[in-house]
Structures are given as structure tokens and as C-alpha cells.
């Protein structure tokens, strides 16, 4: 049987990143699984423990990294982030297309580590404007005003960092965005067969 594709899918935060995820996930002809993270940030209104996140304890995801139970993690506005190692190398030998949705510093570790003939497909997600961003980031209104201004800081730092990604997807209208990535998915699935 063939592998699974391992399917990063980064972008700043506010970017629309988790609709287009759903979007995605939501087309069974690609197969995916959705690799849910670790986190040890607090869940968001709607957001549920084992479907978004696992919400966990710093003791629990230290004792996890230190355990090399972690594909990949990353230390970000305060919390740390990291994706379970075992679950996606089950989903990818039963022949299943893992997505992951980390960030730039994560998304290198993943892409450094793996071997040449298994680079994952990547996908950078951008805002039309830094000015759009700015504006959904604000209609989150969950957040503090200088968790804002650190999240925008560091939307400006990864957006440099999609030249080391397969694709970069302006997000303008979310239908085009998931079409324009579904396709590329496709495309390589059918490469694959
Ligand atoms: P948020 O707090 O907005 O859900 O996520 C903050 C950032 O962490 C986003 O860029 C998101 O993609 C990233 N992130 C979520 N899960 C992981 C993970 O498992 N590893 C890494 N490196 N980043 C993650």
C-alpha cells in the first residue's frame, strides 16, 4: 500500500487558516486526516478538546517532548504547540493523507527532518493585505491588545518565511483558496498512484 502524503498547512494567525482546513478536510475524496495538535493554551470559544486541540498541561507536553513523542513543536505567545508523532505515522501506513496545521517554525523542523523522496507537500497561506490581517486578528476580539500587537509582529516575520513552502495561497475568498488547494492535493495524489 502506498504511504499517506504528509500535508503541512501554515499561514499567520488570522489568516483563515482553520476554515480552510475544515473546508478542506470536508472533500473524502483526498483522504485526509486531521493531525490534531497539542497546546498548552487555553481553549477559544467553540474550540473542543481532541477536535481543535488537545488541551494539555506544560508538565504533560514537557514530559511528551521529552519522551521524543513530538513530530515537530514550537513556542509561541506564551504556549507551547506540537504534533503527536505516533498517530501520524499509523494514519500515513494505513495510506491515509495526514494535514498538519503548524506554524513556520515547526513546519522547518518537519521539512528538515524528513528524507528526500518523502517531502511533504506545503502550503503558505497569505492574507490579501497586512491590513486585512490586522482587521480579522481585531474581529477575533478574544484577545488582549498586546497578544494583538505579538501576533502581528510575528505574522510579518513568517510571511518571509513562504519561499521554503511547495505553494503559497492568497486566502482573498475562502471558496477559491480551498479549490486552488484541494487541486494541488489532487494533483498529487494522482502523482502518487
Ligand atoms: P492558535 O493559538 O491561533 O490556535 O495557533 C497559533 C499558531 O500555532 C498558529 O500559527 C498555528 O498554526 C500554530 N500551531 C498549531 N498547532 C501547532 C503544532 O502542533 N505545532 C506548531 N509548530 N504550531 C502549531
Do not use: W
Not at 59 to 76: C, P, Q, R, V
Amino acid at each position: 500500500m502506498k504511504r499517506g502524503l504528509l500535508i503541512i498547512m501554515s499561514g499567520p494567525s488570522g489568516v483563515g487558516k482553520g476554515t480552510l482546513r475544515q473546508m478542506i478536510m470536508e472533500n473524502k475524496e483526498l483522504n485526509l486526516y486531521f493531525s490534531v495538535s497539542l497546546t498548552t493554551r487555553l481553549p477559544r470559544a467553540g474550540e473542543q478538546d481532541g477536535v481543535d486541540y488537545y488541551f494539555v498541561s506544560e508538565e504533560k507536553f514537557k514530559e511528551d517532548l521529552a519522551n521524543g513523542n513530538l513530530l515537530e513543536s514550537n513556542y509561541f505567545v506564551s504556549h507551547y504547540y506540537g504534533t503527536p508523532k505516533d498517530k501520524t505515522e499509523e494514519m500515513r501506513n494505513k495510506g491515509v493523507n495526514v494535514l498538519l496545521e503548524i506554524d513556520v517554525n515547526g513546519a522547518r523542523q518537519v521539512m528538515d527532518n524528513c528524507g528526500e523522496d518523502d517531502k511533504p507537500l506545503s502550503f503558505f497561506i497569505l492574507p490579501p493585505s497586512l491590513e486585512a490581517l490586522e482587521a480579522r486578528i481585531r474581529g477575533r476580539r478574544s484577545e488582549p491588545e498586546d497578544v494583538i500587537q505579538e501576533r502581528l509582529s510575528k505574522a510579518k516575520r513568517e510571511m518571509s518565511e513562504s519561499v521554503h513552502y511547495t505553494h503559497s495561497v492568497v486566502n482573498d475568498n475562502l471558496d477559491v483558496a480551498a479549490e486552488e488547494i484541494i487541486s494541488f492535493i489532487k494533483k498529487e495524489i494522482d502523482k502518487e498512484l
